[in-house]
């Protein structure tokens, strides 16, 4: 860490000082940093970029609990939504290095009780890029249901599709993740949750084991936790085009099956908007710092590395998305969105780093991707949640400056 600029900028210092580290040419990004507190909104967050196995940006500031005024430290964690997707589907690559599952494989080969109901023929790659038809459940899933793996891969295994599977796309906002982790529970040599395989074979690995979960351990205490501040009603309904605040109030859109109802966004989140402990929710349920979502992305960001990425695996991860019959319109969102393999690549809806890239948005702002381009892994945190569908704009300054950095060394 010899020669990098220690972060004191009094303009952020509204709540608390801004602390971390930059390396040498970095300094945009802390500027960018210190703005986010000082003009965009900015209550808690974090920022770390990793480039090459080099951490260039780690910085953190604010408050994690604007009830009693607590400073974010370096070790805080906050829920990060659908930012765990991108988790999740690490642990899929995993898995697909190491020889256990093929993306071109029917989901029914690794799990038979899948077949049912005219799902014998979903492959993998169109589960993973939200094509089948799958975004919704007919059966009641709450806490109770999500706790029990079993009970849980019944419901999912009876659910008929919504549509002919690869017809459309559609935003599995929390179905998916329960879709993935019962898949790895079968092909996993030891049968391990989604949760289990990041905690031990990916972020341990990588020294980030106690910095991201998936099923936040009874252990944690609740002082590493930031308390997620909602978006006010107004920005809700200004920030969302409004076809989308319509489609969140009709019980019978994709938008409002898919985001809002059984079992929605909000069952993983306690009364003190944190995350509901021991309970694994792939699609949107991880807590994590944002030096451990930058790290675990550059450990995808080349071949080989400290988890022994294969060539193969890593080309699958950067090739363009395959888009359903009906092309890239997602039903949920109301616009183009690429999905591949469980990640979210960049387009018009929102866009990120090279075409290469790869990576998934939260809700209320956190983001994290890998872009090969650059060897470079990217995480952002923030407890201050917004609604901007396609970039919440701390996130973009923030972005835009490290890229700014990138594209001039």
Known sequence: MAGRTKVRHPAAARHHEIGGTVAPGFEPVREAFAENFAERGELGGAVCAVVDGEVVVDLWGGVRDRAIGAPWLADTMTLVHSTTKGLAAMVLALLHSRGLLDYDERVAAYWPEFAQAGKAHVTMRQLLAHQAGLFAFDERVDAEVVADLDRLAGVMARQRPIWPPGE????????????????????????????????????????????????????????????????????????????????????????????????????????????????????????????????????????????????????????????????????????????????????????????????????????????????????YVTDQMSMELQGDPRDLALRRALLAVLAGR
């Open 168 to 379: 459309r796309q559609a935003y599995h906002a929390i179905t998916l993740g329960f879709y993935e982790n019962e898949l790895v529970r079968r092909i996993d040599p030891a049968h391990r949750t989604i949760g289990q395989v990041l905690h031990e074979d990916i972020a341990g690995r990588l020294g980030v084991g106690d910095e991201v979960y998936i099923g936040t351990p009874s252990s944690v205490p609740d002082e590493r936790l930031a308390a997620l501040v909602p978006p006010g009603l107004w920005s809700r309904l200004t920030s969302m085009p409004p076809r989308l605040v319509v489609d969140a109030l009709w019980p019978r859109s994709v938008l409002h099956r898919s985001l809002v109802a059984n079992p929605g966004t909000g069952f993983y989140v306690d009364a003190d908007h944190v995350v509901v402990r021991d309970l694994e929710v792939p699609s949107g349920g991880a807590v994590a710092t944002a030096r451990a979502i930058a790290t675990t992305y550059e450990a995808f960001a080349a071949p080989g590395g400290p988890l022994g990425l294969r060539a193969e695996t890593f080309d699958a991860l950067t090739a363009p998305a395959t888009p359903a019959r009906r092309g890239f319109h997602d039903e949920c969102l109301h616009g183009p969105a690429r999905f591949s393999l469980g990640f979210m690549k960049p387009s018009e809806l929102i866009d990120f780093g090279s075409v290469a890239a790869f990576g998934a948005p939260g809700a209320g702002g956190s983001m994290g991707y890998a872009d090969p381009a650059h060897h470079l892994g990217y995480g």
